[in-house]
Each structure stands twice: as structure tokens, then as C-alpha cells.
């Protein structure tokens, strides 16, 4: 794979009113002692700060952080349930992530995760969720 790739995620909430929200962008891709990072930067809307994003992804485990105006950390880890601080106006909302499969393509020039995990909040079920992602070598992104 090389070091440039095309990042496209897509998430979906399982439920009444399912909406794919689909992110892309360009970044950066290298591997080491078998784990994946991904970095890459997120445009919201306009006006609004640019968030950096990073993934790393190991065989049984996802972490995925970004740092700009919400700065969560969600790792999710099909050995145990983790906990994510959601900040809000209204304050902190700590989230439990149960992750149900993690599954990993590894092709020669791209990278395919489907990720299904559980979000709580204080043991209570909120939703269930999707997150399909693809990185893509990049031979002419620049």
C-alpha cells in the first residue's frame, strides 16, 4: 500500500431512521509490528475548526481519535467493553462500547474493516452500529 491513501468511512445507526453518514478524505498510511495507522484530516462545515483523525487497527482491536473542537477516543476491543466521553453542551456523556465483530481485508493496495459494535450509557442499550471503512492506495490524489 502506499504511504498516500483514500479514506472513505461509512457510519450507520441501526434503528428507526437509518442514514449512512459517509466521510472522505486523503491521508496517510503505514504499517508496523502488524498494526495499521491511518491519519487523516476532517473538514466539517464551514467556518468550523479542522479535526485530525487518526486510526490504528490491530486484529482485535480499533482505536479511533480525533483531536479539534470533540476530542473523543473510542477503541473498540472485541476482548472487553471500553468507555468513550461524548463532550456535549450540556456536559460530559460517557458511553460503554461493546464491540459484537471486527472483521479485516487485507488486499495489496487497500485495506477493508467492517467494525459492529453496541453503545450504552449507564448499562442502558442506545444503539446498535456499522461502521464500514476502505483505505485505498493513492497514486494521484495530490
Known amino acids: 500500500m502506499t504511504k498516500e491513501v483514500s479514506v472513505k468511512i461509512e457510519g450507520l445507526q441501526l434503528g428507526s431512521e437509518e442514514e449512512i453518514i459517509t466521510t472522505m478524505a486523503i491521508g496517510t498510511y503505514h504499517l508496523q509490528e502488524s498494526r495499521h495507522y491511518i491519519k487523516y484530516d476532517e473538514t466539517p462545515l464551514e467556518g468550523a475548526k479542522i479535526t485530525k483523525n487518526s486510526i490504528i487497527i490491530a486484529p482485535m482491536r480499533i482505536e479511533l481519535t480525533k483531536s479539534g473542537a470533540n ?6 476491543d ?13 456536559g460530559n456523556l460517557i458511553l460503554q462500547i461493546k464491540t459484537t465483530r471486527i472483521v479485516i481485508s487485507e488486499l495489496p493496495d487497500e485495506l477493508q474493516i467492517l467494525l459492529e459494535y453496541n453503545l450504552l450509557t449507564n448499562d442502558s442499550h442506545l444503539s446498535d452500529n456499522t461502521i464500514k471503512m476502505s483505505i485505498t492506495s493513492c497514486k494521484e490524489c495530490s
Open 78 to 90: 472485541l476482548k472487553e467493553s471500553t468507555e468513550a466521553v461524548y463532550q456535549t453542551p450540556y
Open 71 to 76: 476530542s473523543p477516543q473510542m477503541i473498540f
